[in-house]
Every structure is written in C-alpha cells, then in structure tokens.
C-alpha cells in the first residue's frame, strides 16, 4: 500500500498510520534524507526477522538505528565527548555513526563488535516516524543486493513482498550515507556517499 504524504511538512494522521502500523509489528518503507529505507520497530523481534526476511539480506549485515535527534542517542550508543561534538556537527544529515553500543540495544541488531550504526537523516518525514513511535527505527537501504537503490516508491512497493505500506515523499535519492567509524582512533571511513569525508580523511 502507497501512502502519500508531504516531504516538508508531513501530515500527522499519516505519519501516525506508519507508526501504527510499526507497533503493531510490520515493515514499512520511507524517505530519508539520501535513500529509500526499509524499517520496522527497534524493539519488535519478529518485525525485525521479518525485515530480513523481506530484503533477503543475510543476519550478519548491519542495520542502522534512525533518532529523531540526538537526545535519543545516549541511550543506545555509548557517545565520548570528542564523538559527541562531531555528532553534533554532522547530525542531522547524510551520515551513520558506528558507536558502541549500551545494553539497551538487542543483541538481535548488535554487530560482532559490539557496535550500533546511528543516523538522524534531515528529512522530516523520517524523523517525525522515529518522534512519534518514541524510540528508534531500526533501518536499511531500499535496494537488491549489488543493485542501485530503488528510486520510486511504487517499485519499492511492487519490489519488496510483505511491506505494510510505502511513504511516498517523491523520488528518493540513488547515493546511500557515508558510513564513519567513531570507535575508532582516529575515525575510519567505512563508506563513501553522500556526506563528505573531507574531514575524515
């Protein structure tokens, strides 16, 4: 199902229609601010498996967690002072963070390393979805293994078997986020894409 909202100014009926359906434990798709994703509830262990299920994808690949802001992110993630300042100049935007992860994060989206990839997108119908279910989306990229991500939301709809609704903004980006990790000394680019990495490098 195709759900039609406005990017800048998402109507809230809608955007409280996809959290629902998110508490209730299904999978949606929804713009962000570089890619088409793929989410479902951070605390929800069947939606997650289900998420999986419907991508395809392999358990050992990592999932981001998407905040509304930063103040969702001690919670996850274990942030140093020198990793909190380059979130805070970053974020919002086209990044993820792999930070350690805090004990309130399922072992289920944990990487072997004990880490959490963070992203706060700038756009606001992602965030409004992360702020009005009151915890993090847990998210991957809207895409077919070793293919580019898919761009329209009725070929995510007709792509993806078992979503329970698309969050059409418009047509999404084709570059997914630069991935940076902050656990390491000094930081490691992971992933080249739409953010710079001018400052990483």
Known sequence: MILELNADHPE????????????????????????????CDL????????????????????LAFICH?????????????????????YLPG????LLLATREVPKLVMSKKKTVGIRVPMHEVT???????????ISTTAQR????????????????????MVLDAGTGGMVP?????LVSVPPIVVREGAGSIADFV
């Not at 802001?69 to 100049?89: G, P, T, W």
């Not at 329209?152 to 979503?163: N, T, V, Y």
């Not at 986020?177 to 990790?181: A, K, N, Q």
């Open 12 to 39: 809230p009926r809608k955007i409280r229609r996809a959290v629902d359906a998110l508490i209730a434990g299904e999978v949606i798709a929804y713009p962000t601010d570089t890619v088409y994703g793929l989410g």
């Open 43 to 62: 605390m929800n262990k069947k939606a997650i498996d289900r998420l999986y299920q419907i991508k395809q994808m392999d358990k050992k690949h990592q």
């Open 69 to 89: 802001d930063l103040s969702d992110i001690a919670r996850y993630a274990i942030v140093e002072n020198h990793q909190y300042r380059v979130l805070r100049h």
């Open 94 to 97: 086209p990044y993820c963070f």
């Open 127 to 137: 965030r409004a979805l992360a702020r009005e279910l009151g915890r993090p989306l």
């Open 145 to 164: 293994a070793g293919e580019d991500p898919f761009i329209d939301a009725r070929e995510i709809d007709d792509a993806f078997s078992g979503l329970a």
């Open 177 to 181: 986020t630069t991935v940076i990790d």
